[in-house]
């Protein structure tokens, strides 16, 4: 199934065909006559084919080419073959240029999708254009690109109507995954060949959103596994030869390898949903650079949660720690399992809120000086809120997009608006991996409550 996207230049079509067939590298200018040629651009999922866009260059002399083909008079029934002869008469020619480009895969048998901007007033010599494709007889629906106010749709609306079988408004730059489909859900009720194509083409990019959220849950429960674990360490020739200076070099060098994963989960993320060389703006993590680094103070008490809620959720990770101890003695411990794993919990992480946000102190073990893994209990939720927050980002971008992906922390973190249910589950994973390491479980389980979160949002 083929859809040809027409209108008139600088109206928003190579945006359109950019966000619905997610194609990032598709070029758009604000200047005219970006597009000179047709260029079909194809949505798949896998190796498979759903559908086609054809993104076509603007009317140029639309008045022009239809008085040509009113100089004849034309029953209805022949006006295709009408446009047909013009079309076999210019093209090639320089004149219309630009017409016979985008009728051409049209007379092919493209479906249409007429692009209008509405954010500028209704003109009446529009209505050439509009004529033009109705004498092609293949089905149509006009789309409102609307980037301002709102003031002139209804007048679009209204002229519109009268000529496509359907109007609908849709923002490029703003359509969420939903509106997507609600357009292709439009699109279903062109003609009976579409529909058959478009409901299979639909259920499958649903299929393929879920599986993009499962996998974007595990790059992200993967990063911070491994984050809360890591550990850098150095050999020491001689206890007495280590300086201040190697403390400070080590201590540099184990925050870059923590900003380096966080990177490499970021182009990860962009990759699961298509986007190509994303370049985004997030706080670098530099300490020394910006104020709200993930290893500065402010950001620590920004994102995150808050130190009563460590408390809180640090306790009910214990106890669901000690349940489990309960559990494996069939009940023989009389609960006391369930008690000393809250009272560890609340003790040991009310201990370390309340402190500053520090690395595991510098020691010599087996000649060698180690770092990490950092202990505060609010740095894998630091992780968690900052890596939601990108992914909100990258959920509310669309493929029309150009320049750098803003990622905003000004408003805080999305894990404290969590129920405490969810709070408490994700406190005992990461309890879980301090205590035990890295399993396939407890990511598994981190990518879990990640993927519930980001339904959340």
Same mark, same amino acid.
């Given at each position: 199934?083929?859809?040809? %996207?027409?209108?008139?230049?600088?109206?928003?079509?190579?945006?359109? !065909?950019?966000?619905?067939?997610?194609?990032?590298?598709?070029?758009?200018?604000?200047?005219?006559?970006?597009?000179?040629?047709?260029?079909?651009?194809?949505?798949? %999922?896998?190796?498979?084919?759903?559908?086609?866009?054809?993104?076509?260059?603007? =009317?140029?002399?639309?008045?022009?080419?239809?008085?040509?083909?009113?100089?004849?008079?034309?029953?209805?029934?022949?006006?295709?073959?009408?446009?047909?002869?013009?079309?076999?008469?210019?093209?090639? *020619?320089?004149?219309?240029? =630009?017409?016979?480009?985008?009728?051409?895969?049209?007379?092919?048998?493209?479906?249409?999708?007429? !692009?209008?901007?509405?954010?500028?007033?209704? &003109?009446?010599?529009?209505?050439?254009?509009?004529?033009?494709?109705?004498?092609?007889?293949?089905?149509?629906?006009?789309? /409102?690109?609307?980037?301002?106010?709102?003031?002139?749709?209804?007048?679009?609306?209204?002229?519109?109507?009268?000529?496509?079988?359907?109007?609908?408004?849709?923002?490029?730059?703003?359509?969420?995954?939903?509106?997507?489909?609600?357009?292709?859900?439009?699109?279903?009720?062109?003609?009976?060949?579409?529909?058959?194509?478009?409901?299979?083409?639909?259920?499958?990019?649903?299929?393929?959103?879920?599986?993009?959220?499962?996998?974007?849950?595990?790059?992200?429960?993967?990063?911070?596994?491994?984050?809360?674990?890591? &550990?850098?360490?150095?050999? %020491?020739?001689?206890?007495?030869?280590?300086?201040?200076?190697?403390?400070?070099?080590?201590?540099?060098?184990?925050?870059?390898?923590?900003?380096?994963?966080?990177?490499? *989960?970021?182009?990860?993320?962009?990759?699961?949903?298509? =986007?190509?060389?994303?370049?985004?703006?997030?706080?670098?993590?530099?300490?020394?650079?910006?104020?709200?680094?993930?290893?500065?103070?402010?950001?620590?008490? =920004?994102?995150?949660?808050?130190?009563?809620?460590?408390?809180?959720?640090?306790?009910?990770?214990?106890?669901?720690?000690?349940?489990?101890?309960?559990?494996?003695?069939?009940?023989?411990?009389?609960? %006391?399992?369930?008690?000393?794993?809250?009272?560890?919990?609340?003790?040991?992480?009310?201990?370390?809120?309340?402190?500053?946000?520090?690395?595991?102190?510098?020691? /010599?073990?087996?000649?060698?000086?180690?770092?990490?893994?950092?202990?505060?209990?609010?740095?894998?939720?630091?992780?968690?809120?900052?890596?939601?927050?990108?992914?909100?980002?990258?959920?509310?971008?669309?493929?029309?997009?150009?320049?750098?992906?803003?990622?905003?922390?000004?408003?805080?973190?999305?894990?404290?608006?969590?129920?405490?249910?969810?709070?408490?589950?994700?406190?005992? !994973?990461?309890?879980? !991996?301090?205590?035990?390491?890295?399993?396939?479980? *407890?990511?598994?389980?981190?990518?879990?409550?990640?993927?519930?979160?980001?339904?959340?949002?």
């Amino acid at each position: 199934m083929k859809f040809a %996207v027409v209108g008139r230049s600088n109206k928003g079509k190579s945006s359109i !065909v950019a966000t619905l067939v997610e194609n990032d590298e598709i070029l758009i200018a604000p200047t005219p006559r970006t597009t000179q040629i047709s260029q079909e651009f194809a949505l798949k %999922v896998g190796e498979r084919t759903l559908f086609s866009l054809i993104d076509t260059p603007g =009317f140029e002399e639309a008045p022009a080419a239809l008085e040509w083909l009113k100089q004849e008079p034309v029953p209805a029934h022949q006006r295709r073959q009408r446009v047909q002869a013009f079309y076999d008469t210019f093209q090639g *020619s320089p004149r219309f240029t =630009f017409e016979c480009e985008l009728l051409k895969p049209i007379l092919e048998g493209a479906a249409i999708l007429y !692009v209008v901007d509405a954010s500028h007033p209704y &003109r009446p010599n529009f209505e050439a254009e509009f004529e033009i494709l109705q004498w092609t007889g293949e089905p149509s629906l006009a789309l /409102l690109n609307q980037t301002g106010d709102g003031r002139y749709v209804a007048d679009w609306q209204a002229a519109l109507g009268q000529y496509f079988r359907k109007t609908l408004i849709f923002n490029a730059h703003t359509a969420r995954f939903e509106e997507r489909m609600r357009i292709l859900e439009e699109l279903r009720f062109l003609s009976d060949a579409a529909r058959p194509i478009l409901d299979e083409a639909m259920e499958l990019l649903k299929t393929q959103h879920q599986s993009r959220l499962r996998a974007a849950s595990f790059i992200l429960a993967e990063f911070i596994c491994e984050a809360i674990l890591y &550990r850098k360490k150095v050999p %020491v020739k001689d206890e007495s030869g280590v300086s201040e200076q190697d403390k400070e070099r080590l201590l540099q060098e184990f925050q870059d390898h923590i900003r380096k994963m966080e990177r490499e *989960s970021r182009r990860a993320l962009a990759q699961v949903f298509q =986007f190509k060389g994303l370049d985004s703006e997030e706080a670098e993590l530099n300490p020394k650079a910006q104020p709200d680094d993930l290893f500065g103070r402010e950001t620590w008490e =920004f994102l995150g949660l808050s130190r009563g809620e460590l408390i809180i959720t640090g306790t009910a990770a214990g106890a669901l720690a000690g349940g489990t101890i309960d559990a494996s003695v069939g009940g023989a411990s009389f609960m %006391v399992g369930t008690g000393v794993g809250a009272m560890l919990g609340s003790l040991g992480t009310g201990y370390l809120a309340f402190s500053d946000p520090q690395l595991a102190g510098f020691k /010599l073990a087996r000649r060698m000086l180690t770092i990490g893994p950092l202990k505060s209990p609010n740095f894998p939720w630091i992780l968690l809120d900052r890596g939601l927050l990108f992914m909100i980002s990258i959920l509310n971008r669309t493929h029309a997009q150009r320049g750098r992906l803003l990622v905003d922390e000004k408003h805080g973190g999305p894990t404290a608006r969590l129920s405490k249910t969810d709070k408490r589950m994700i406190a005992w !994973v990461f309890q879980k !991996v301090r205590w035990m390491g890295r399993t396939e479980g *407890s990511t598994s389980r981190l990518a879990t409550e990640i993927r519930k979160a980001m339904e959340q949002l």
